[in-house]
């Protein structure tokens, strides 16, 4: 855990408040980060301060401060941050407090309630679309100025490919039958990425959010105000991502129903290329979740929060849309 008087020390190197002048909480959230919550003493405002985890890599993480200034003029409804630095060896951020409930638990509180529902899945695609539409430069993990590394989308996609295949490699013996049965589906998706080369080297790559799980996200108390909150994970690259990625949490759900109307967008090639994308999203994070247990897991209880279907049921679900068309 960060200590509390390193934390003390960061807000003092900040103009924003005085150590002595604020009550300092450890946030109780599921986190990669340390997050804690400042409070003014003298009119109770409220800031959020978040200690960046240096130690583990994320897959595709991005300096927060710039994408919110890139998204802030075209897409109001994200977390204002008030400050960015580096004290010692440690990066943070603060960002003003949002009053309200993470997306999970409001949509676990209003799942059958069509107009909650409505209005989120209306939020979350004006978010991807506004993301969608601003330009990058190169494919993949980007840079201060929004270029990436990387000379063709393919390759980012068959490195994360490889990405997986070693996860699955590195899976305890005891679930050793699980990790054949996810070396069977990354096969699966190496074949598709195969026959379908030519569209993955023809993308123009647009900023693209690749962490949409609705944790992410906070609906501000007494209205139903969508604020995305995590924008460390974007990458350049095929927009269409960003909608698989969704899916990837959200399909067969209420949620996932309401946004139906967003397969008529697209052509046939794409909604398969979509439901490639929600297959990696839950290959990626299964293959995750059984390589870190040292526990037996029973495949078939492990789902995406908020999503009755497990994971195993998912991956099916998207195989059998690529592999019959």
């Known amino acids: 855990m960060f200590p509390i008087e390193e934390v003390k020390r960061i807000c003092d190197s900040t103009s924003l408040f005085h150590s002595e002048d604020i009550l300092i909480k450890r946030m109780d959230v599921v986190s990669a980060n340390e997050l804690f919550l400042i409070e003014k003493l003298e009119n109770n405002e409220k800031f959020c301060l978040k200690i960046y985890n240096t130690v583990q890599k994320r897959a595709a993480k991005a300096k927060e401060n ?3 200034d890139v998204i802030k003029p075209i897409y109001s409804s994200i977390s204002t ?7 010692n060896t440690s990066q943070y951020c603060i960002s003003k407090h949002i009053n309200g409930v993470n997306l999970l638990d409001a949509y676990l509180g209003n799942m059958s309630d069509q107009i909650f529902v409505k209005s989120i899945s209306k939020q979350l695609i004006q978010y ?25 989308w393919s390759e ?4 994360n490919l490889l990405s997986v295949k070693k996860i699955i490699d590195c899976i305890p013996q005891l679930n050793h039958n699980l990790g ?10 190496q074949n598709f990425l195969t026959e379908n080369y030519k569209y993955f080297s023809s993308i123009r790559p647009k900023l693209t959010a690749v962490d949409l799980n609705l944790t992410n996200f906070i609906v501000e108390a007494n209205t139903n105000n969508m604020i995305a909150i995590d924008l460390e994970a ?3 690259g095929d927009p269409l991502l960003s909608f698989g990625e969704l899916f990837g949490h959200v399909y067969q759900t209420t949620i996932g129903h309401s946004l139906d109307h967003l397969w008529n967008r697209w052509t046939t090639e794409e909604k398969m290329v979509v439901h490639f994308y929600a297959f990696l999203s839950n290959l990626n994070v299964l293959s995750f979740i059984i390589s870190n247990s040292n526990e037996y897991l029973d495949i078939n209880t492990l789902k995406p929060w908020g999503n009755n279907n497990s994971f195993i049921s998912l991956l099916r679900m998207h195989q059998n849309y690529l592999t019959t068309l």
Do not use: P, Q, R, Y
């Not at 941050?81 to 004290?87: P, R, S």
């Not at 980012?156 to 490195?159: G, I, K, L, Q, R």
């Open 66 to 68: 710039i994408i919110h």
């Open 81 to 87: 941050i008030l400050c960015f630095g580096e004290l």
């Open 128 to 152: 991807i679309d506004s993301c969608n539409s601003i330009s990058t430069i190169k494919f993949g993990l980007v840079s201060d100025l929004l270029i990436g590394e990387l000379n063709c």
């Open 156 to 159: 980012f996609v068959e490195n």
């Open 180 to 189: 054949n049965e996810l070396g069977t589906l990354v096969e699966v998706a």
């Open 234 to 236: 974007f990458v350049s």
